[in-house]
Structures are given as structure tokens and as C-alpha cells.
């Protein structure tokens, strides 16, 4: 079976891998490469600037006529406008963009009644896997009687615009849950006092070229766990939105996330 894809936000860093990868799979038709009206690149091949060789896609702002999905990497202010263009033709949506804000949020929330959407903070198998690890520690921790603290690192590159990280508020928001912490503490600088036990530290590191690293600290007195899932580039991002791609073609309108593609729920 072949599904047709729509990648959004395709002249970008995650735009490009996706590229790439559905090029070199028989799965999957890219229909077209969307970026911004006025990108540099706007007109080139998209798989020429993926270098992944000519696929007689441009990269451009004009919509298909048919779909199987849409895989959106972008920005934030992208969102609405996605979001209506995708309601109006019935295009299921991957939505991927992290740091939106809440009244973002709440379109998508809003256009699931008419479509099918999978959001994600991070699309990869592995971070799903380590957040229901994530989970289960937090659930069998948080009765401890020598207490649990929990601390939220994570390190990406230096172009990243959003922090912390959208997979790092993911955890943070799983541990909160689990664990009845509803405080959080992004960073700490002068004499604060001790540390309150109903936070969730979380701490943004931004060098070089990091594609994306999140541990997860559980300390405790006398012993300490850490949860640490890290990429070595941005292809488990990409194969993993081909994954939901496949998965959401045919479902009924919902929002779903990837813990529903990956059965882990
Ligand atoms: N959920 C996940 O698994 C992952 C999510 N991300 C998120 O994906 C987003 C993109 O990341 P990168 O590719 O590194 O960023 P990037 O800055 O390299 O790419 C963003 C692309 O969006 C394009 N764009 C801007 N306005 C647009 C518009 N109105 N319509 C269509 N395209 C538009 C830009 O021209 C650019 O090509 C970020 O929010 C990042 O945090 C990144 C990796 C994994
Ligand atoms: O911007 C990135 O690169 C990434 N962003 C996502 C996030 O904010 O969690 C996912 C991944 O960590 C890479």
C-alpha cells in the first residue's frame, strides 16, 4: 500500500531527513514539499536540496489536490493556517512543531473533531518507549519513604528556538501526573533554599549540533536512577512520522499521540 504525503515545513533541517526518507521508500508518494511563501529555496527540488537526487517535487506553498497525509515540521505561527488548510481538504495531520502556545493548542484540539491528527513532542520509538519507562518509575517511586526528586535534563542544538524542549515538558507533564508534582523549576540561580519536593526541575542545555538527549534523574537518599534516551541524528524523528503517516491513514477523526501508533498505551 502507498500513501501519498505532504511534508510541511520541507526545506527545514527535519524537513529535508523526511525528504530523504520517503524518497527512498516504496510505501510512500510525496506529493508535495511546503515551506513558507518566501523561502530561499522556494522552487528548488526538494530532494536536490535533501541531496537525496532530483524527485520532481518542488518546494513551494501550493497545496495537493489529494492526500494521504500531512507531516508538519515547522514553526509555531504556521500552525492555524496548517491546521484550517488541512480541515477544509480532509488531509489527516502528523503534527511535530514544538513550543506552540496554548491557543495553538486549542485549534488543534478543535480541528480533531473533523480529522484525524497525531501529535507528538518527539515522534521517535525509542523517547516513546523511555516515557512509559518514565512512567512506570514515577508510579513505583512516589511513595518512596525517603522521598523522589525529579530533575528533567536535556541538551539540542544551538538553533533550537523553544525551551525547554517539547519532549522534555512531556516527560514533566507524565511525572507530574504519576507522581503528584505539580511545581516546576526551570534552572536554579541563588540561594533558593532547599529543594521543595513537589517539583519537576527542568534544565536546557543548547550546543553544537545535538539532535536531542533527555535524562531523566530520579534521586532518591542512598540511591539514584537515570533515564537517558539520546538521538545520533534526526532520522528516528523522521521514521517515526512515517510511521504515524501509515497509521493514520483511514482512522476516524480524533487526536491521537504516539503512544497510541506505538500500541504503548
Ligand atoms: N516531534 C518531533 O519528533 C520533533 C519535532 N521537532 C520540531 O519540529 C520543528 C522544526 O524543527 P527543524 O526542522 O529543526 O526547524 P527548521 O527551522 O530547520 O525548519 C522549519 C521549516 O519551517 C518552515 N516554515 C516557516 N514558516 C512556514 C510556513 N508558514 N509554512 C510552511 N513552512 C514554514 C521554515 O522555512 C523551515 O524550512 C521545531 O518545532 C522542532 O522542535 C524537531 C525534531 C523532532
Ligand atoms: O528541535 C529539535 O531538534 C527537537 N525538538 C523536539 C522537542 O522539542 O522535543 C524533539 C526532539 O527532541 C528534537
Redesign the pocket.
Known amino acids: 500500500m502507498t500513501i501519498r504525503v505532504a511534508i510541511?515545513?520541507?526545506?527545514?533541517?527535519?524537513?529535508?531527513?523526511l525528504v530523504a526518507l520517503g524518497a527512498a521508500d516504496e510505501a510512500v508518494e510525496l506529493v508535495a514539499a511546503?515551506?513558507?511563501?518566501g523561502?530561499p529555496?522556494a522552487g528548488c527540488d526538494a530532494g536536490e536540496l535533501a541531496g537525496a537526487g532530483t524527485i520532481g517535487v518542488p518546494?513551494s506553498?501550493d497545496w495537493p489536490e489529494a492526500c494521504d497525509a500531512v507531516i508538519?515540521?515547522?514553526?509555531?505561527?504556521?500552525t492555524d493556517?496548517?491546521v484550517e488548510e488541512c480541515v477544509r481538504r480532509r488531509f489527516p495531520l502528523v503534527?511535530?512543531?514544538?513550543?506552540?502556545e496554548a491557543e495553538q493548542l486549542q485549534r488543534i484540539e478543535a480541528a480533531a473533531a473533523s480529522i484525524p491528527i497525531v501529535k507528538?513532542?518527539?515522534?521517535?520509538t525509542a523517547?516513546n518507549l523511555t516515557m512509559k519507562l518514565a512512567e512506570i518509575a514515577g508510579r513505583t517511586l512516589k511513595d518512596l519513604p525517603s522521598g523522589v526528586d525529579v530533575e528533567i535534563l536535556e541538551r539540542?542544538?544551538r538553533?533550537?528556538?523553544?525551551s525547554p524542549?517539547?519532549?522534555a515538558l512531556a516527560f514533566g507533564k507524565i511525572l507530574a501526573d504519576a507522581m503528584d508534582k505539580p511545581k516546576a523549576a526551570h534552572g536554579r540561580e541563588g540561594r533558593v533554599g532547599a529543594r521543595p519536593a513537589d517539583e519537576i526541575g527542568y534544565h536546557a542545555i543548547r550546543t553544537g549540533d545535538n539532535?536531542?538527549e533527555h535524562t531523566i534523574v530520579f534521586g532518591m537518599l542512598g540511591e539514584t536512577i537515570e533515564l537517558r534516551v539520546a538521538a545520533t541524528n534526526?532520522d528516528?524523528?523522521?521514521q517515526?512520522?512515517y510511521t504515524a503517516a501509515k497509521w493514520i491513514k483511514g482512522k476516524p477523526p480524533g487526536l491521537y499521540d504516539?503512544q497510541d501508533v506505538l500500541g504503548l498505551k
Do not use: W
Open positions: 510541511h515545513g520541507a526545506a527545514g533541517r527535519m524537513g529535508q531527513r511546503l515551506d513558507n511563501a523561502a529555496n518546494i506553498a508538519d515540521f515547522s514553526v509555531p505561527d504556521a493556517s496548517l503534527y511535530a512543531t514544538t513550543g506552540i507528538a513532542a518527539s515522534m521517535s523517547v539540542h542544538h538553533f533550537k528556538e523553544d524542549s517539547g519532549t539532535p536531542g534526526r528516528c524523528y523522521a517515526g512520522a504516539m
